[in-house]
């Protein structure tokens, strides 16, 4: 069941029901799979009526991003009404989806993946079972951090670069088949266009402060690496600028 109509389109041409709720989609399967925006629109829906629709033995897949200590929790929850509850955040944005070459961080039991995989199979390329529930939010986490780290890398170097007079742009090319080449710098100016970079700068700040809101639940120090990453996040925007050729 989508929210809007819009997420209908890409099923013209195939067959499939529409319900008119969370809660009669959720008495009609054994596998419900949700993406929604947080944690606690999750629970919320579930209290609203989906957990005690679905049939025993039926499993949930949150695909969405959240925190790990509340994916243990969604599991407890669940497994006390005879549910199984999957975290599988997934990594890839907008062209994996639609390319379905998604990544998967899982964190169930390794018998519930079994029954699921096929599913998560279906848009992802890689589904990596990361251990016990919260486990797969966890390794999402890791993945956010990592990336909008080397962003920063790539925003510093990039600079750098064009200050000793090396454009940008054909340093990227050069890096491309280089052994520094990275998803991050093939993305910037391609697939992260000035366009859409404030939004993605945006997402990036939210993807570290979840991490870094997660690890102090751990009672863990990451402010260097927060602050090294926040940076990635801030200079995004002129990076792209300078690929393109707009930039100071």
Known sequence: MGRRDASYESLAGSSFTRHRSAVELAGMVDLFCVFLRSD???????????????????????HATGDPAEARMLEKICSARGIRFVDAPVSGGRPGAVSRTLTCFVGTTSATLDECRDLLSSHSAHVVHMGAAGTGQAARLCNN????????????????ADTFGVAPAKLQSAFSHSNCGSFISDALGTKVTPTIAAHIAELNRCDVEEFTAAAGKLRLDVSALRAWAIGGAAGLEEAVLRLVGDGP
């Open 40 to 62: 606690e629109d999750l629970l919320e829906l579930l209290y609203d009526g989906v957990l005690k629709a679905l049939r025993p033995g039926a499993i949930i897949v949150n």
């Open 145 to 160: 951090a990592l990336t909008v780290s080397n962003l920063r890398n790539v925003v510093e170097v990039f600079s750098v």
